[in-house]
């Protein structure tokens, strides 16, 4: 049975800071919806309302767009172990690269990362666990270090110049403002 929260409790946040995996979902009035798995160390919750994840490079800049266009944002963690349990928190999402003011108090919840993007705010509105009976149990094994290799082998200046020719738009056109002042 599905149980709704107005705020992150202790028993959700010890539950989300052992989870080494979440999907973020979000979308625009128009056009796709995107789904994307994230892992990493990556994740931290901030206070009972307020979640953080830190976003490192990759082939699209979803998530960004959809920020900027309309805000909304699910983030989802589903258990693979022994406790059968899915934890989705729905809420409204901001964007905050490293240029932006609050940068450096954020970034320091964080390890450094190659590549690392910007990181996501997400304000939870409400919380929403159920069963996760029918989610099959997998074991941990460990974080793949490809994405890291590659950010560290094309450098700062590859970064920004992957930033410039793969990261403005989202699939629909919309801008990730990833570079604008």
């Known amino acids: 049975m599905a149980k709704f929260y107005t705020e992150l409790t202790?028993?959700?946040?010890?539950?989300?800071?052992?989870?080494?995996?979440f999907f973020t979902a979000s979308a625009a009035a128009e056009g796709r919806i995107n789904l994307s798995p994230k892992g990493m160390d990556s994740f931290r919750c901030l206070d009972t309302h307020t979640v953080?994840?830190?976003?490192?490079?990759?082939?699209?800049?979803?998530?960004?767009?959809?920020?900027?266009?309309?805000?909304?944002i699910t983030v989802m963690?589903?258990?693979?172990?022994?406790?059968?349990?899915?934890?989705?928190?729905?809420?409204?999402?901001?964007?905050?690269?490293?240029?932006?003011?609050?940068?450096?108090?954020?970034a320091s919840?964080?390890?450094p990362l190659s590549g690392t993007r910007q990181i996501m705010i997400v304000t939870v509105e409400s919380a929403q666990t159920s069963c996760g009976y029918g989610?099959?149990?997998?074991?941990y094994q460990?974080?793949?270090?490809?994405?890291?290799?590659?950010?560290?082998?094309k450098g700062p200046?590859?970064?920004?110049?992957y930033w410039r020719d793969k990261n403005q738009t989202?699939?629909?056109?919309?801008?990730?403002?990833?570079l604008e002042d």
């Open 52 to 72: 953080a994840y830190l976003d490192v490079t990759g082939s699209g800049n979803e998530t960004a767009a959809h920020l900027h266009a309309d805000g909304r």
């Open 135 to 139: 989610v099959p149990l997998y074991q």
């Open 109 to 111: 919840h964080f390890p």
């Open 10 to 21: 202790e028993d959700l946040r010890d539950f989300i800071s052992r989870q080494h995996l």
């Open 77 to 106: 963690f589903c258990s693979f172990d022994a406790q059968p349990v899915i934890l989705r928190l729905y809420g409204r999402g901001r964007v905050i690269r490293p240029r932006d003011s609050g940068w450096q108090a954020l």
């Open 142 to 153: 460990g974080e793949r270090g490809t994405l890291l290799r590659w950010a560290e082998n």
């Open 170 to 178: 989202s699939i629909d056109g919309l801008p990730t403002r990833l």
């Open 157 to 161: 200046h590859g970064i920004t110049d």
